[in-house]
Each structure stands twice: as C-alpha cells, then as structure tokens.
C-alpha cells in the first residue's frame, strides 16, 4: 500500500512539473468568455483614450471617453433603468488605484443612475501602484448584471520611488493606507489561528484520516471510539475558547477605535450629453456573417437631415473599433462607396469588417437563441464634429 501511494505521489508531482513547464504567460482576457449579446448589446464605448501607455510607480494615468446605453439593450437581462451602475477599472489585480472618477463632469465615487439610449462622458484617473506590464480598461458595472467591460491598452508601470497612498482621517492624522493596519490585522489573523491549529492536531495526529476511514469501513459500533466523551468535552472547550476570542476582539476594536462612521451610499445621477442627432439608419438587410472568412456584411441606408455632408469614420462595438483607412484604428472598416453623404441625401451603403476579432474575442455567437449585433456608427463632417448612431441588427450565416 505504501508504495502504491508514493508512485501516485511521485506522478502528480511530475505532472505538475509538466504543467507547469508548458504553461506560457498568459495572454488572454476574461472579458471574452462573457457572452456576445451582452458585449455588444448594452454599452458602446466611443472616443476613448488613455493620457500614456508608460508611468513610473506612482504617477497617474487618465482615461477619458464617452459610453452609450444602448437602446437595444438586450432583453434577457435587467434593463439599464432598473439597475444601477459604477464606473470603474478593470485591471488584473490591485495594479493601479484609482484617484478620481467622473462622469458628465461630475465626481462619482458611489452608484449611478443612467438612462438607456443616453450618452455619458468619462474621465477616470488612475496611479500606478505596481510595476509591470497591464491590460488597462474602463469598466461600467451594473447590479444584478456584472462588468461591461470597455476598450483596452497596455500600460507599463516603470521602477520609481516605493508607494506611499497617503490620506488624511478625521482626526486630522495621515496614514499610509499601504501599511495601515497591517500588524493589527496579522496579530488578530495569527489568534484565529491558533485556534484551527490546536483543533486540527487533537483530531488528526494521534489518529489520521486514513486510519478513521479503515476503522469506518472495517469496524463495527466505532463511532463511540473516535468520539467519545473526551472528544466531546474538547469541542466545548473549543467553542466557548473560540467565543472568548471573538468577544475580546469586538472588545478591543470598540475600545481602539471609538470614532466610527455608518455605512452610507452615496447615489449619482450624472447629466447626459446633448447630443445632435442628424443622421439616420435603417437596415435594408440581416447582418451577414462568414465564419469561415470572420467577415461581417451590413447592408443599411443611411439619411442625412444636417446642415454639413457626413462620412464614415469608425464602428464601434464592445472593445473594439474598425476604422476606415486613415482613422488609426487597428481594425479595418470598408465602405465601397465612401464618398461624403450630402445634406438631404439618402444612400444605400454597405459596412465590410473581416478580421479574427470577431471569433477571438467571443464577439459574433451564431448559436444563442437570437444572434444579433450592435454598436455605434460613427460620422465626421468637414468640420472635424462627430455623431454616433446607434446600429443594431439580427445576424445571420453568410450564404
């Protein structure tokens, strides 16, 4: 028996090893196993931007941008108005902290109400607290919903000077809030301890798993032998000693700390953009999607009731952004016929966007119940003034 044992042993361990040894860095983000129609059916994220992708530890990163609550917000989750969100960063870890977060230029540091089909501004400051190489987002968390997550960038936090996040309490004291506390949590930690300590080598020393489950299957009226009156008394022992502890504990904290404050929630209603809404879409066709190629077809007419002709620049979607060449935008936006669309004018156009994004982060899903697409489409006039419209559409397998 104990050589079976340790050739299992010696095999998890070399399995381990080898795990271990062909695992790579990882690359991929957690935002693709959410599913498509919520990616790209709840919020569109536009014109977002980060101040720097390279900081030194300590020095602050600022993204801004705009996030729209589409209309066509999918039906089988909890709409927007019956929800409430909080803005905030998603990044692997406590990397960064974040310092100020606005919405419609307003402070936001609690939940907020917004409206579906309304647009928002968004400024969020964050300080590089450890060094590395991060994937940095803006995330719109919504209750009962989970984390949209936005756009992404690498950022590098550099070596500089050791952290200090430093704040002011009531008492007018400054702390370290990176150190603050840090021995009275260890101290209180190691009493839990001790406790589970004791209580784990009364019960498993003197007679260890594997001897109570021979005994269990073997024997006969055994339980009075692995608790008995001894074993009893002990838990008592433990749970009137476990007791004590606590009620010291509330005891000590009481008396340290006298100056306390509620638990309070502080609610937003950040404004909205008012935004010119000139240009309107229609689809004149289902979305059609080839897998095989990972290229999206959209057919769709387009009016202007403006004042200046309008182009198309960019469509946006979950984290990603196609642009038409010259836009600097990383995937690739086609517009055959791309020549500006006049003031009172109505054309028939057709969007071309193939990349492997569409598979790779889990955008385009042709086996839920109804696969559909939405995003921003966004126009410029010569002006340099932009307007997104808001597309949505039932996709369909390319013929």
């Known amino acids: 028996m104990r050589r079976v044992f340790q050739f ?231 749970a009137v000693g476990i007791a004590v502890i606590l009620g010291s504990g509330m005891l000590w904290a009481k008396n340290a700390y006298p100056e306390t404050v509620p638990q309070q929630i502080r609610r937003h209603n950040p404004p909205a953009l008012d935004l010119p809404k000139t240009l309107a879409v229609e689809n004149t066709d289902l979305i059609r999607y080839s897998p095989t190629e990972e290229k999206v077809t959209w057919k769709l007419k387009v009016t202007n009731n403006g004042q200046q002709p309008a182009s198309i620049r960019e469509f946006t979607t979950s984290t990603v952004t196609f642009g038409v060449p010259g836009s600097g935008q990383e995937y690739s936006l086609v517009v055959p016929d791309d020549a500006p669309i006049n003031p009172g004018e109505t054309r028939e156009l057709t969007l071309v966007m193939a990349d492997s994004v569409w598979g790779h982060h889990g955008l385009i899903s042709l086996h839920e119940v109804q696969s559909s697409l939405s995003g921003l489409l966004i126009f410029e006039d010569p002006t340099g003034a932009r307007e997104g419209v808001e597309m949505w559409g039932e996709l369909t397998r390319a013929r």
């Open 8 to 238: 299992l042993l010696l095999l998890m361990t070399a399995l381990a090893g080898t795990v271990t040894a062909l695992a790579g860095p990882a690359s991929a983000h957690g935002e693709n196993a959410q599913e498509a129609f919520i990616k790209t059916g709840a919020v569109a994220w536009s014109d977002v931007k980060w101040s720097t992708n390279k900081i030194q530890r300590g020095e602050s990163v600022t993204m801004t941008g705009r996030m729209t609550l589409l209309t066509n917000w999918p039906g089988k989750i909890a709409k927007p108005e019956n929800t409430e969100e909080y803005l905030n960063v998603n990044a692997p870890g406590p990397v960064f902290v974040v310092t100020d977060r606005r919405v419609g230029g307003e402070f936001v540091p609690g939940r907020m109400k917004m409206e579906r089909g309304k647009t928002y501004d968004f400024k969020l400051t964050v300080v590089g607290r450890k060094e590395g190489r991060w994937h940095l987002h803006p995330m719109l968390q919504f209750k009962t919903v989970g984390p949209i997550i936005g756009p992404g960038q690498w950022v590098r936090v550099e070596g500089g000077p050791t952290y200090r996040n430093e704040v002011e309490l009531a008492n007018g004291k400054v702390v370290n809030l990176e150190s603050y506390g840090r021995s009275t949590v260890l101290s209180w930690h190691l009493i839990a301890l001790l406790p589970a300590v004791v209580w784990l080598v009364y019960w498993l020393v003197p007679r260890p798993l594997l001897y109570r489950a021979k005994l269990l299957a073997t024997g006969e009226n055994v339980e009075e032998e692995l608790v008995g009156p001894r074993e009893r008394r002990f838990g008592v022992y433990t």
